[in-house]
């Protein structure tokens, strides 16, 4: 239970569930685009990975183009934008809960894509063994702390991007058509646009953390990109707090670490998976109780005052006077 | 019809059905973007309708809208934006959870500017431009007296602020013509003479008219330079609020003379 390098491993996924989460905060805290489809981006974004960097003949597959880590690195974030140009060029025309429903049907098509073209990815069966970054410098078992350190580095750096993307004329106005796309559309605003690009920006951000993914389980199959993920990441933002610049990747870290240490307590006779999903409700219930808006808020990001009730009160019938009378 | 301003708002034989409904129907106006034009009717008339025309919210069947020249045919409603009309909405709802100040500036800055490539690369150049917007958002802020109010969100503000912010959101988009949707609607019956001021003040001091559209007849025929009657889609009357108040079609629409007719 207190083992460091368990520990490590821990913290490695969970701030790859929260860069994720910053990254779904992006698109659909700021950009209003309920989208639960981030599993089958992720999917895309790790299969294109692992496929692309394929040279061993013995795996009985057709393509092996046997590209470099880093170049294959690019490729999945690059092809992964494609794939969310693909899902948002019919999926935008819809708002809503029909976004999500199409979304979610979308990343499951991708997932049977990857189960059908065995000749490619092997289908059910998967791919192992897939080598890591630097994995020849330590050996496998404190091979875990250089992990901590890469997943680290990406989460700091998808959470500047975010960051600074929210705090930008782009983000103001990506929230301002959230709230009110007419009048966005009323102020000069290509929403459609906008919201496109937003889209394939998250596909390319996802697709580049999936290989991060791919490195911690360091096997790959279809079973890993079902929808579960997708609510899992979903349940780091809305636990860290939609629409607030860190959320996501706290809520992350809170979600991930929570249940990992439930998971090392034993229950009597409750099933591991059971335990989980008691542990995500019961951190659900726990937070949200506290903290309606999530442990961040949307409010707090961009620092906007709060009123007084008795301000607004008073104030309301001398402002159109003085505005009337100038 | 040659010899009209070419900056105008000019509506020529605009059509638009609903299945069997014609909402309106073959209407044909000239307006001044330097004027308060009033858009008058009973409910149903079509004046919402013709307003989501002329945005290209709903565009028409037929029929031509042109305006400063340009038309406005096959345009979406953010390019209609970028010629200068500016329209706002019946309840103001504004951007609600971004602040007086975001939304000012939403509002002002060109859209080439907000893109994810801009945010993470050319900041410089965004930097001055926000800086020039947020000089003149405090001015307009502090004209409209919502100054108090710069770093408060939209959906903290009463009704009233926000019918003001409507205006200071409008006039940071550069417009050439507002097209008012109910102004008066929601606004508290002391403040509306006010609400008529500020509306006749951008008219004398920025030259900036308006086409609106409301309900409530004496507020608009105490501003209104030129009033066009719409009963059942078509244009019945134009002239000024006296001739229109003595004109018997109008007086038969809104007394309800239907007796007669029967």
Redesign the interface.
């Known amino acids: 239970m207190t083992n460091p390098i368990f520990w490590a491993g821990v913290l490695s996924l969970a701030l790859i569930y929260g860069s994720i989460a910053l990254v779904l905060n992006l698109e659909s805290g700021w950009g209003g685009m309920w989208d639960l489809g981030t599993a089958g981006l992720l999917g895309a974004g790790g299969y294109s990975y692992v496929l692309l960097t394929l040279d061993n003949p013995d795996l009985g597959t057709r393509f092996l183009p046997g590209w470099p880590m880093w170049l294959a690195w690019i490729g999945a974030s690059l092809f992964t934008g494609l794939v969310a140009l693909a899902i948002a060029i019919p999926s935008l025309r819809l708002r809503r809960e029909y976004f999500l429903i199409t979304t979610l049907a979308l990343a499951e098509i991708i997932r049977q894509l990857i189960v059908i073209q065995k000749d490619i990815t092997r289908g059910h069966t998967g791919i192992a063994n897939l080598d890591r970054p630097l994995d020849s410098l330590v050996d496998a078992r404190t091979y875990n702390y250089i992990f901590l350190g890469i997943t680290a580095f990406a989460a700091v750096i998808v959470y500047l991007i975010t960051r600074r993307l929210g705090h930008s004329a782009y983000g103001r106005t990506l929230r301002g058509a959230r709230d009110n796309e007419a009048l966005a559309l009323s102020l000069g605003k290509p929403v459609n646009q906008m919201r496109i690009k937003t889209f394939v920006l998250s596909g390319m951000l996802i697709g580049a953390i999936a290989p991060l993914y791919v490195f911690y389980l360091r096997a790959i199959s279809p079973g890993v990109y079902a929808s579960g993920i997708t609510f899992h990441v979903w349940t780091a933002l809305v636990l860290g707090g939609i629409g607030s610049a860190f959320g996501g990747l706290f809520g992350g870290l809170l979600l991930i670490v929570f249940t990992e240490g439930i998971g090392l307590v034993h229950i009597g006779a409750f099933p591991d998976a059971v335990k989980e999903n008691f542990s995500i409700g019961l951190l659900l219930v726990l937070v949200l109780r506290f903290r309606p808006d999530g442990v961040f808020s949307e409010r707090r990001t961009f620092r906007a005052r709060t009123r007084t009730i008795s301000e607004s009160d008073t104030r309301t019938s001398d402002q159109l006077s003085t505005a009337g009378q100038k | 019809m040659s010899e009209t301003p070419p900056l105008d708002l000019i509506l020529q034989n605009v059509t638009k059905t609903y299945g069997g409904v014609t909402a309106v129907d073959d209407v044909s106006a000239s307006i001044s973007t330097s004027a308060i034009t009033a858009l008058i009717g009973p409910n149903g008339a079509g004046k919402t309708t013709l307003f989501n025309a002329i945005?290209g919210?709903d565009p028409a069947d037929s029929g031509s809208i042109t305006f400063g020249g340009d038309s406005l045919a096959g345009l979406?409603?953010?390019?209609v934006?970028?010629l200068g009309l500016?329209?706002?909405?019946q309840t103001p709802?504004?951007?609600?959870?971004?602040?007086v100040r975001?939304?000012m500036?939403?509002?002002a800055?060109?859209?080439s500017?907000?893109?994810?490539r801009?945010?993470?690369i050319f900041s410089r150049q965004?930097k001055e431009v926000?800086q020039q917007a947020t000089e003149q958002a405090i001015e307009i802020a502090t004209?409209?007296?919502?100054i108090?109010?710069f770093?408060?969100?939209?959906d903290?503000?009463?009704?009233?602020?926000r019918?003001?912010l409507e205006f200071a959101?409008q006039l940071m988009?550069n417009p050439k013509m507002l097209l008012l949707d109910e102004p008066a609607a929601s606004?508290?019956p002391?403040?509306i003479?006010?609400?008529?001021?500020?509306i006749l003040?951008l008219r004398d001091e920025r030259g900036l008219g308006s086409l609106i559209i409301d309900h409530n007849l004496s507020f608009l025929m105490q501003i209104a330079d030129t009033v066009h009657v719409l009963d059942r889609g078509a244009v019945i009357a134009s002239g000024t609020p006296e001739e229109i108040s003595t004109n018997q079609d109008v007086m038969r629409i809104y007394l309800g003379e239907k007796a007669d007719e029967v």
Request: charged share 25%; net charge neutral; aromatic share 8%.
């Open positions: 945005t919210f979406k409603p953010w390019q934006a970028h500016i329209r706002t909405f709802v504004g951007f609600t959870t971004l602040t975001e939304s500036l939403s509002a800055l060109h859209h500017l907000e893109t994810p801009k945010a993470l965004i926000e004209e409209l007296g919502l108090d109010l770093d408060f969100r939209t903290e503000l009463s009704s009233g602020d019918k003001l959101r988009a606004v508290a002391n403040n003479g006010r609400l008529a001021q500020l003040r």
